[in-house]
């Protein structure tokens, strides 16, 4: 009956029902994979609820927010997993041998899917570039908050703690029953007063929601203060029991937004203008580098006036040498300045990158998972699985290997970024051709071949 089919409704038939194989193992794998992923976060989820008492909604509405950017990890993967378990049911039910003779060739019956894929990708660029954005700025600026309320769930042992306005807190250990803490080391700096550094061997931490302040009480300690414009002028101060106040916390638990989003925070729009700014920024930073350095060439060098012991005679070579020293330090002021203007840029720019290398990757996935599932035949969940995670695992490799040298400009965002994809493509493509082109896919025996025929010829 199927052969009496006009062809065009036979396709249609046939596509429809490869699209209908693509989703349950789909939603299957990407339930899996986001279970792995919630779990370790799981743990920091019951610790604020168990051991900080904050409230099971407000916890609740930080988990939902974290779940954007494991989506959008997780989808991917599930590509890879439903490219491989359709198309090795596919196989193992013999209907790619049926759909071969009648003169289907495999690449045709990826067709749907690869339509599917490019669609998911779409979405998955899109959802990377308005939602996940939002959802981590909501997820920071919550956290933030539930820090500024609940102060115990900022503090975190032998770990430098920046989020309390105009102090840098250091912390040994801490007791989170009872509040005290132990080998604490404090900087604290504020516009109308010196800079100060206390040390105390313990003391206690509470919150007061009547002032909205958070309160540190250190006992046995020293205060240490420097005058900046004087570093000669030293204080150094012995106390019992000292009480610090930090104030302007924010009396509701609420989702205020923050002032300065991070780089996970940006959507590509963001990107594209912070990277822009920073272009001219540098630009502009050359422009008075340059200036310094047309200004000032000749006056580099020591005077040879100086004596050979060091020693400076007159007023003018006293001046001269200041000058040069004053140079010396606008230059590498400049030269710091650009030098993290273009790290920065760099980095927005692996940012930018990924937003649509990581998407992209549900197309590169399937065309490695469409013929290894078609090889592998019907494994169940367990082979997909199983050939998933080491694909992925090559894949994460290179993002995270990848993100790393281009921060480091030892390679440019776009290799970085989308060399995973290259690979992962031309292994695809190799396998497909494999699968298209013979009558059984002999696996990675064709590598064999060709290293044992280096041999032969090496021999002759």
């Known amino acids: 009956m199927v052969l009496c089919l006009p062809q065009p409704k036979?396709?249609?038939?046939?596509?429809?029902?490869?699209?209908?194989?693509?989703?349950?193992?789909?939603?299957?794998?990407?339930?899996?994979?986001?279970?792995?992923?919630?779990?370790?976060?799981?743990?920091?989820?019951?610790?604020?609820?168990?051991?900080?008492?904050?409230?099971?909604?407000?916890?609740?509405?930080?988990?939902?927010?974290?779940?954007?950017?494991?989506?959008?990890l997780a989808v991917p993967m599930a590509a890879l997993v439903s490219s491989l378990m359709a198309f090795g049911r596919l196989s193992g039910d013999r209907e790619i041998v049926a759909a071969r003779s009648?003169?289907?060739?495999?690449?045709?019956?990826?067709?749907?899917?690869?339509?599917?894929?490019?669609?998911?990708s779409v979405v998955m660029i899109l959802f990377g570039d308005r939602v996940v954005p939002e959802t981590n700025l909501r997820a920071k600026t919550l956290m933030v908050q539930i820090r500024?309320?609940?102060?115990?769930?900022?503090?975190?042992?032998?770990?430098?703690?920046?989020?309390?306005?105009?102090?840098?807190?250091?912390?040994?250990?801490?007791?989170?029953?009872?509040?005290?803490?132990?080998?604490?080391?404090?900087?604290?700096?504020?516009?109308?007063?010196?800079?100060?550094?206390?040390?105390a061997p313990e003391g206690e931490v509470k919150y007061v929601p009547q002032e909205d302040a958070v309160k540190f009480t250190l006992y046995n300690g020293e205060i240490h203060e420097i005058d900046p414009d004087n570093p000669e002028r030293y204080t150094r101060i012995e106390f019992s029991r000292q009480v610090i106040n930090i104030t302007e916390l924010g009396?509701?638990?609420?989702?205020?937004?923050?002032?300065?989003?991070?780089?996970?925070?940006?959507?590509?729009?963001?990107l594209a203008d912070r990277i822009e700014e920073y272009e001219r920024?540098?630009?502009?930073?050359r422009v008075i580098l340059s200036g310094i350095v047309n200004s000032a060439i000749d006056s580099l060098f020591v005077p040879k006036s100086v004596t050979s012991?060091?020693?400076?005679?007159?007023?003018?070579?006293?001046?001269?040498?200041?000058?040069?020293?004053?140079?010396y330090s606008k230059l590498?002021?400049?030269?710091?300045?650009?030098?993290?203007?273009?790290?920065?840029?760099?980095?927005?720019?692996?940012?930018?990158?990924?937003?649509y290398s990581l998407p992209l990757a549900c197309l590169v996935f399937l065309l490695v998972g469409a013929p290894v599932g078609a090889w592998a035949r019907k494994g169940?969940?367990?082979?997909?699985?199983?050939?998933?995670?080491?694909?992925?695992?090559?894949?994460?490799?290179?993002?995270?290997?990848?993100?790393?040298?281009?921060?480091?400009?030892?390679?440019?965002?776009?290799?970085?970024?989308?060399s995973g994809n290259v690979v992962m493509a031309v292994v695809g493509l190799i396998m497909l051709y494999r699968v298209t082109y013979q009558s059984r896919f002999s696996g990675f025996g064709w590598i064999a071949k060709i290293f044992s025929r280096k041999e032969r010829k090496s021999y002759a």
């Open 102 to 120: 009648l003169g289907i060739p495999f690449w045709r019956m990826m067709l749907p899917a690869l339509f599917v894929m490019m669609l998911l």
């Open 148 to 199: 500024r309320k609940k102060p115990l769930t900022a503090l975190r042992p032998r770990i430098f703690i920046d989020d309390f306005p105009n102090i840098v807190l250091y912390i040994e250990r801490i007791n989170d029953k009872t509040g005290k803490i132990f080998g604490v080391k404090m900087y604290e700096k504020q516009q109308s007063q010196r800079p100060r550094v206390i040390i």
């Open 281 to 285: 920024k540098t630009d502009s930073l």
């Open 332 to 355: 590498r002021k400049y030269q710091t300045k650009i030098s993290e203007s273009i790290r920065r840029k760099r980095k927005l720019e692996v940012e930018r990158q990924k937003k």
């Open 380 to 418: 169940g969940i367990g082979v997909a699985a199983g050939i998933s995670f080491g694909f992925f695992l090559i894949y994460w490799a290179f993002l995270i290997g990848g993100e790393e040298l281009a921060d480091r400009a030892i390679v440019s965002p776009v290799v970085g970024m989308w």
């Open 251 to 270: 009396t509701k638990l609420g989702e205020q937004k923050l002032k300065r989003r991070g780089d996970r925070e940006l959507s590509i729009s963001m």
């Open 309 to 327: 012991r060091g020693r400076i005679h007159s007023t003018v070579e006293r001046r001269a040498l200041l000058r040069q020293r004053k140079i």
């Open 10 to 72: 036979f396709m249609k038939i046939l596509d429809r029902y490869i699209v209908r194989g693509l989703i349950p193992p789909f939603f299957g794998g990407l339930s899996v994979i986001l279970f792995v992923l919630v779990i370790d976060f799981i743990l920091d989820i019951l610790n604020l609820i168990i051991a900080k008492g904050v409230p099971a909604m407000i916890v609740g509405k930080l988990f939902l927010y974290n779940l954007a950017w494991m989506i959008s």
